[in-house]
């Protein structure tokens, strides 16, 4: 199996021209998963595949994130061969948030006869979840209000923390087979988000050499990131990981 992320936008929500926070998880070359669905990610996507996701996971609500999903419901319902398929895994934490935010516009189609979840695949999930023979982990990062912002993680392959504060007490348990690690980093921190200073101060060597920074404020605050001597990812780079941990695996791949 070879696996790969591909970030299709490493920028804050203010960083229109970064693109929107959001990766592919790329197997043997195709996309298997789309991480969060924001406007910017959702025409990057498009522009790379030519087509729909085949599953969209989303971490948490805010408009970068699932801005471009109302998009994907209109392409996705009025193609036979996708209605109804793009499946997409949410906390179901989430559900509630999701519904107010992109699914509950009054009549999705003026003409009638459609919901706006008949273009996906609702797939609620709290712990795990399997995806194409994959065992994915879903756990509480720390974004705005308590549990409504989730981290993925594939065992001994990768881990992506979507927006968060620093969170050690969750990468202890869930980067603890030496995933790499694509984190939410700004040059400065605030209450939703981590800053530079943080990472040395919460994450030990280890863990902070295997830190892939991404959500930054501009190419300028990348250097600054870099110049701490961290990875800083660049919009569309190609991140090759590693196999997954083989009881995370089903099937033939
Ligand atoms: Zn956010």
């Given at each position: 199996m070879s696996l790969?992320?591909?970030?299709?936008?490493?920028?804050?929500?203010?960083?229109?021209?970064?693109?929107?926070?959001?990766?592919?998880?790329?197997?043997?070359?195709r996309p298997l998963l789309l991480i969060d669905c924001g406007p910017e990610a959702l025409t990057a996507y498009l522009?790379?595949?030519?087509?729909?996701?085949?599953?969209?996971?989303?971490?948490?609500?805010?408009?970068?994130?699932?801005?471009?999903?109302?998009?994907?419901?209109?392409?996705?319902?009025?193609?036979?061969?996708?209605?109804?398929?793009?499946?997409?895994?949410a906390h179901a934490a989430l559900v509630p948030v999701l519904q107010a935010r992109v699914a509950d516009y009054p009549e999705?189609?003026?003409?009638?006869?459609?919901?706006f979840w008949d273009g996906f695949h609702l797939i609620p999930l709290s712990r795990s979840f399997w995806h194409e023979g994959l065992r994915f982990e879903v756990f509480a990062t720390r974004h705005h209000a308590p549990d409504t912002s989730f981290g993925l993680a594939l065992r001994a392959?990768?881990?992506?923390?979507g927006d968060t504060r620093p969170i050690p007490e969750m990468l202890s348990h869930y980067a603890a087979?030496?995933?790499?690690?694509?984190?939410?980093?700004?040059?400065?921190?605030?209450?939703?988000?981590?800053?530079?200073?943080?990472?040395?101060?919460e994450y030990a060597p280890d863990l902070r050499r295997r830190l892939?920074?991404?959500?930054?404020?501009?190419?300028?605050?990348?250097?600054?990131?870099?110049?701490?001597?961290?990875?800083?990812?660049?919009?569309d780079e190609v991140l090759a990981l590693r196999d997954?941990?083989?009881?995370?695996?089903?099937?033939?791949s």
């Open positions: 790969a992320l591909r970030f299709l936008g490493v920028g804050n929500a203010q960083a229109v021209e970064l693109g929107s926070a959001a990766a592919v998880l790329e197997r043997d070359g522009d790379r595949y030519g087509a729909l996701p085949p599953a969209i996971y989303i971490t948490h609500a805010h408009m970068d994130h699932v801005g471009g999903l109302e998009r994907a419901f209109y392409r996705s319902y009025f193609d036979a061969s996708t209605r109804g398929r793009v499946r997409l895994y999705v189609l003026a003409e009638g006869g459609a919901n392959s990768f881990v992506w923390t087979s030496g995933e790499t690690v694509a984190h939410d980093c700004g040059v400065v921190g605030n209450p939703s988000h981590t800053g530079l200073d943080d990472l040395a101060r892939v920074l991404y959500h930054y404020g501009s190419e300028a605050d990348a250097a600054v990131l870099a110049a701490a001597g961290y990875h800083v990812a660049c919009r997954p941990d083989p009881a995370v695996v089903v099937g033939a």
